[in-house]
């Protein structure tokens, strides 16, 4: 979500129509104060009837152009459903034949942003902005600190989990070092945020800290962590979505890249620093590494702590 605002923000400045948008209720607060769109549709992940209900309804609006960001069959056949008379997309999982206007794909690796602005290529739209950026809102900053009363700054946030899989994850004692580094060095308090599953990091990471009581596991919906990201001096993150949203917050970011290849991800941000270690087998985008995860060992605690130091000077 955060890499198609390029394209988003091309298409708002472009239209002279309504763009809605259609997607997860608990995801669209990214988009908040950006202005991006007239009117959002909730779609709820609870199976067939209510995907064809919903498909039903909408087609009382009369919709004159659908644009599929996600590469799944079940998006493409939304728009198919609804009878859209301009259906785009990429062609890809056999759901061709349900669009009518197809994507041209690269003949080499992209980046995502890149990847959807092509859909602006595609229509003859002109490009806006080249990297992603996201806003925080006055009301979600009034219901964060009605939320979070205990938050404490100047603080740094750690992203210490990636829904991808354990393979793009820094190990836990690293994490905890680092905590303990730049606790013993700043101001800063150390807040974790750990996604859906990955609490069980988190505590592992915890329980290796010294410095306990100036570290902190929270538990924060995309809203709220959009928010706790903005306030943040620094943020070091493992190579997953909240390290856009920080560095399209305009954040110091430091990113711990692994077995990924960087290219997929890759962005002008002065606000992202991405750090990689050579190893034979990188990138292999696998999720679970099954040989000595030397990707993610070789970048070790104390040459990230050197980095969010540089950081915290700079910003002082």
């Known amino acids: 979500m955060v890499m198609a605002v390029p394209l988003l923000h091309a298409l708002r400045k472009e239209l002279n129509t309504e763009l809605w948008a259609i997607g997860k209720e608990s995801a669209i607060h990214l988009y908040n104060g950006l202005d991006l769109f007239d009117r959002f549709v909730p779609i709820h992940n609870t199976g067939l009837p209510l995907f064809i209900e919903t498909t039903n309804k909408l087609k009382k609006v009369g919709f004159v152009r659908g644009i599929t960001l996600p590469h799944s069959f079940r998006s493409a056949l939304f728009f198919f459903n609804l009878k859209v008379p301009e259906r785009i997309g990429f062609d890809r999982n056999r759901r061709g034949f349900m669009l009518n206007v197809k994507v041209t794909e690269s003949p080499r690796l992209e980046s995502t942003v890149e990847h959807y602005l092509r859909i602006a290529d595609t229509l003859g739209i002109e490009r806006t902005i080249a990297s992603p950026v996201l806003s925080v809102t006055p009301d979600e900053e009034n219901k964060f600190d009605q939320e979070f009363t205990n938050m404490a700054k100047p603080y740094t946030v750690m992203?210490?989990?990636?829904?991808?899989?354990?393979?793009?994850?820094?190990?836990?004692?690293?994490?905890?070092?680092?905590?303990?580094?730049?606790?013993?060095?700043?101001?800063?308090?150390?807040?974790?945020?750990?996604?859906?599953?990955?609490?069980?990091?988190?505590?592992?990471?915890?329980?290796?800290?010294?410095?306990?009581?100036?570290a902190r596991i929270m538990s924060m919906n995309i809203r709220d962590m959009k928010v706790c990201l903005s306030r943040a001096a620094a943020v070091v993150s493992?190579?997953?979505?909240?390290?856009?949203?920080?560095?399209?917050?305009?954040?110091?970011?430091?990113?711990?890249?692994?077995?990924?290849?960087?290219?997929?991800?890759?962005?002008?941000?002065?606000?992202?620093?991405?750090?990689?270690?050579?190893?034979?087998?990188?990138?292999c985008n696998r999720k679970k590494c099954d040989r000595g995860h030397e990707c993610m060992t070789g970048i070790k605690p104390q040459e990230v702590a050197g980095i969010v130091g540089d950081i915290i000077e700079k910003r002082a």
Request: hydrophobic share 35%.
């Open 238 to 283: 493992n190579d997953t979505g909240p390290r856009h949203i920080s560095a399209a917050l305009s954040i110091p970011t430091v990113v711990l890249a692994g077995p990924m290849d960087e290219r997929y991800t890759s962005y002008s941000s002065s606000s992202t620093r991405v750090l990689s270690k050579d190893a034979p087998c990188r990138p």
């Open 159 to 214: 992203i210490v989990g990636a829904q991808y899989g354990p393979s793009k994850c820094w190990p836990a004692a690293y994490f905890s070092e680092l905590a303990d580094i730049i606790i013993e060095n700043s101001r800063l308090n150390v807040f974790m945020l750990p996604g859906q599953n990955e609490h069980g990091i988190a505590d592992t990471i915890y329980a290796g800290i010294k410095q306990k009581d100036r």
